[in-house]
């Protein structure tokens, strides 16, 4: 991918996976990755951050005789990702328009 | 490499954490290891790629964040450390790293030194005024004009040398302050080149 996504985006797309479910760490990094070109390393800080946040809970679920550890959106988390999915469109209209313009001129 | 491997280097290096920080992280990746299964395992280690540069990350990421909570002077000491730690276990070229921790320690150093003068010439003065003050004690009977001249100098001298304590210790905060918040910003830009992958 060409484009640098910064840690804001980063945050929303997480948030937005875990809007529609509670995840553990391994299929979440993997939902991220289908979109995002990430290292698969990269969303252990980025975790932490939104816990530390408030934007997500984990919790501890048994699973082959060890524990699984799930990430759940809070309200804060939603609150969060409807703000940032907002300034995201609100961006976007702004770069299609430039990029649309260039076109028609040349 | 396997996943003890990679596991166990990957602690190695969290080590400087608080424990309760460090076995979370190393949890989160034995947790995923586990979860990408035997099969995905190799793929997986090859894409966190070296353990000491996922814990480079985790370690000036948390430097990054203490510095913002609480700048206070033996947080501000563990927060140099835990940088000159990132920055050696980063993958950039170890010259690189040798010249910017060496000169991290340097600039800590001078400062350093520069409190410990003033520190040390503090308790000199508060010292000498101490005997001073003993010595006019000692004269009073023989020669009493001596002994309020000494009496009185070294009361003086007694209080230049408390105040100039004082201001040493204050000064000495102030520098772990600074350079604590020197190596968060290097940490904080060594984090943003390599935070993407």
């Known amino acids: ?106 | 490499m396997d996943k003890n491997e990679f596991l166990s280097r990957l602690r190695k290096k969290l080590r400087r954490l608080p424990p309760e920080d460090a076995r979370d992280a190393a949890e989160y990746y034995e947790e995923y290891l586990e979860d990408a299964g035997p099969e995905n395992e190799a793929a997986a280690i090859a894409s966190f790629g070296r353990p000491e540069t996922v814990a480079s990350q985790i370690l000036a990421d948390y430097a990054v964040k203490r510095m913002g909570k609480d700048p206070s002077a033996k947080k501000g000491l563990s927060t140099v450390w835990i940088v000159l730690l990132a920055v050696f276990a980063s993958p950039i070229a170890i010259p690189v790293a040798a010249v910017i921790a060496i000169l991290v320690l340097l600039a800590a150093a001078l400062v350093l030194v520069a409190v410990a003068c003033v520190y040390a010439a503090a308790i000199g003065a508060a010292a000498l005024g101490a005997v001073t003050l003993l010595t006019g004690i000692c004269l009073v009977f023989n020669s009493f004009q001596t002994a309020v001249f000494y009496i009185g100098a070294g009361i003086f001298t007694v209080g230049a040398g408390t105040a100039l304590f004082v201001f040493s210790v204050w000064l000495g905060k102030k520098a772990i302050g600074l350079i604590a918040g020197m190596c968060g910003g290097l940490a904080h830009r060594f984090i943003k080149r390599s935070g993407q992958s």
């Open chain 1, 1 to 106: 991918m060409v484009f640098q996504l910064g840690s804001a985006l980063l945050d929303a797309c997480v948030l937005a996976v875990l809007s529609g479910g509670d995840e553990y760490g391994y299929v979440l990094t993997q939902k991220v990755k289908e979109v995002i070109d990430i290292s698969e390393s990269s969303l252990y800080p980025v975790l932490r951050r939104l816990k530390k946040e408030g934007c997500l809970t984990t919790f501890d679920r048994p699973f082959g005789g060890r524990n699984r550890r799930y990430y759940s959106i809070t309200e804060q988390g939603r609150v969060k990702l409807k703000e940032t999915s907002e300034e995201w469109k609100q961006y976007k209209m702004k770069v299609d328009r430039i990029l649309s313009g260039g076109i028609d001129n040349g």
